[in-house]
């Protein structure tokens, strides 16, 4: 067998193998982007690199490396989303991008290096979470969302009092009246314990109409 062939055939199954290890992970964490995703994105940037080698070992490498990189951030763009006030899906995203470029390495040659960069990945995706979990409890940001009566404008100062009260420190503050009713979001950010003791003070006033957070 063609001793080129053959090392074709073991870059497509390191892409199979380093696909489906950070796929797995991703399918885990019940992803948009899972097991079968991530690998095939994997084989193909391989396959695309291999084949701008082969193909013409001049100029077109660059530029195939180039179209593979803006086709994956289409792809990628596709798995953020809005849930609320929050975004999500980005690490889903990079994730994309990043098996690509492993994809890439792989075809490319580059097998220690891709080997090296799956096992950071790995310990980003496995263990960072932990360091966000204790990021999470010491400090939290939260969009609070409030109607009150057209009539009871103070109790939009009540608002931004309660906030304060909480150690709760105001990031973004918004406004719209309507002929019934004004309604005010706050971006605020603060330890878990202070958002819950402001949600608290305001599921208890009366003149509050509509908390959504």
């Known amino acids: 067998m063609d001793s080129i062939l ?21 399918e885990f964490q019940d992803k948009a ?6 690998i095939l994105i994997a084989i193909g940037s391989t396959l695309f690199t291999i084949f701008s080698m082969s193909m013409d070992p001049g100029n077109s490498q660059s530029r195939v490396a180039a179209n593979i990189v803006t086709g994956i951030g289409f792809l990628g763009a596709g ?11 980005l690490t889903t995203a990079a994730t994309i991008w ?4 492993l994809g890439m390495g792989i075809g490319a040659g580059e097998l220690w290096l ?21 990021i999470d409890q010491i400090r939290e940001a939260r969009t609070y969302r409030i109607v009150v009566a ?3 404008i103070k ?7 309660a906030l304060a009260d909480c150690s709760l420190r105001v990031l973004e503050h918004h406004q719209t009246k309507s ?25 208890n006033d009366r003149g509050i109409r509509e908390l959504n957070y």
Do not use: D, Y
């Not at 990043?98 to 470029?101: C, I, K, T």
């Not at 891709?114 to 960072?128: G, M, P």
């Open 6 to 26: 053959v090392e074709n055939i073991i870059k497509i199954a390191m892409s199979v193998r380093v696909g489906g290890i950070i796929g797995a992970e991703r």
């Open 33 to 38: 982007a899972g097991f079968r995703t991530i």
């Open 79 to 89: 798995a953020i989303i809005r849930e609320g006030g929050r975004i999500a899906g």
């Open 98 to 101: 990043l098996a690509s470029a």
């Open 114 to 134: 891709v080997a090296s960069a799956t096992t950071i990945t790995l310990l980003v995706l496995l263990v960072f979470p932990r360091f966000e979990i204790w």
């Open 150 to 152: 057209s009539t009871k």
């Open 155 to 161: 109790e939009i100062e009540k608002v931004n009092q």
């Open 179 to 203: 002929e019934k009713h004004i309604t005010g979001s706050w971006r605020a950010i603060g330890s878990p314990k202070s958002h819950e003791k402001f949600v608290s003070a305001m599921l």
